[in-house]
């Protein structure tokens, strides 16, 4: 098999990683629904008196309907290049995904995207009401700091302080709710709130909205690892391109795929006027630009060599899927 001068395998590698990468992705979606299970089934949480059970089956709802588990995923793998221990990485990944995971529920509520289908079954809000799916919503986003700052997510105190900072400023009014608002402004909800004009806007707009969860998950198995500067910042490099391919390729598959296939409704965001790079560019011009971020996140790997091939292939697979 061919090697490359850093004695990494090249491209002709990927038939033979592909299988491997959909086994440990469907290994890490597995043992995150059933962290998840047990955390809403309230096992770790003896001191909790009352648990409301509409509240918990909404959550429940909302958390074990299927999905991908990419950002856990991007977690553990990122954390395995720095020895961490599994247990330690699925933690953080489950806080991840309860962040993921009510932003789905909030984002499909009328006052924003207004979807009834989310995963191939009806959105929170369809399947119990308004009010529910706001306080679930609002209560996985508090869960997600409740488990990142147990000790079972690290024993160092500080690691986990530098965990709920970093989670905090990925998910707010820098990260991913501040996206969300322009992303609200590009549909021209607000007149005092003008909508993003050009491509440079746009980019900063997907950055926050998707960008900054995904690679903070990259980034939180280098925290957990207390990995060196220069591994933190190819981490940190390899997140931001995952981050925006992630973005472009969504973009791209609201604009080709079906509902069936998607499970979500198709076609959703071009009529609703948001503001997208395949909207401003055009599909060609956008799959150039994925292909060009795949190539940059494979890049920001070389300094991990072999151990990082799984990770690579998650930027390939970012690309290439189609729900």
């Known amino acids: 098999m061919n090697r490359s001068a850093d004695g990494s395998r090249g491209q002709d590698a990927r038939p033979q990683d592909a299988p491997e990468f959909s086994a ?3 290994a890490v979606a597995n043992d995150i629904a059933k962290l998840l299970s047990g955390l809403l089934d309230g096992q770790a949480l003896p001191q909790e008196r009352m648990r409301p059970a509409r509240l918990v089956a909404a959550m ?14 991007l977690t553990v793998e990122t954390a395995s290049l720095f020895g961490v221990p599994r247990g330690q990485s699925l933690m953080a990944g489950a806080a991840i995904e309860c962040i993921h995971c009510y932003s789905l529920v909030h984002d499909d509520l009328p006052a924003m995207d207004n979807d009834d289908l989310r ?4 959105t929170a809000h369809k399947a119990f009401d308004e ?10 986003l508090t869960l997600a700091f409740d488990i990142l700052a147990r000790p079972q997510t690290h024993p160092d105190p500080g690691v986990r302080s530098e965990m709920v900072l970093g989670l905090a400023r990925a998910a707010g009014l820098g990260g991913m709710v501040g996206g969300q608002m322009l992303d609200l402004a590009a549909e021209g909800r607000f ?9 440079g806007a746009i980019a900063t707009l997907q950055a926050m909205k ?11 198995g280098a925290i957990l690892g207390r990995a060196q500067p220069a591994q933190r910042e190819a981490v940190e490099t390899y997140g931001a391109a995952v981050g925006e391919a992630f973005q472009i390729a969504d973009d791209l598959l609201d604009l080709t795929g079906d ?7 198709a ?6 006027g948001k503001a997208t790079l395949v909207g401003f560019w055009g599909p060609d011009r956008a799959r150039q630009r994925l292909n060009g971020l795949i190539e940059d996140a494979v890049a920001a790997l070389s300094l991990f060599g072999e151990r990082a091939l799984l990770l690579a292939e998650a930027a390939r697979f970012v690309a290439k899927r189609r729900s």
Do not use: E, W, Y
Not at 210 to 220: E, H, K
């Open 24 to 26: 440990r992705l469907h």
């Open 60 to 73: 429940r709802h909302a958390v074990l309907n299927g999905g991908k588990r990419l950002r856990p995923f």
């Open 191 to 199: 007149a005092d709130f003008p909508p993003p004009k050009d491509a």
């Open 210 to 220: 998707t960008g900054a969860l995904i690679r903070f998950a990259c980034v939180a």
């Open 119 to 122: 995963r191939g079954q009806p």
């Open 131 to 140: 009010a529910t799916a706001i306080l679930a919503g609002d209560a996985l």
């Open 267 to 272: 076609h959703k965001d071009d009529a609703a």
């Open 259 to 265: 509902t069936a296939t998607l499970g979500k409704a």
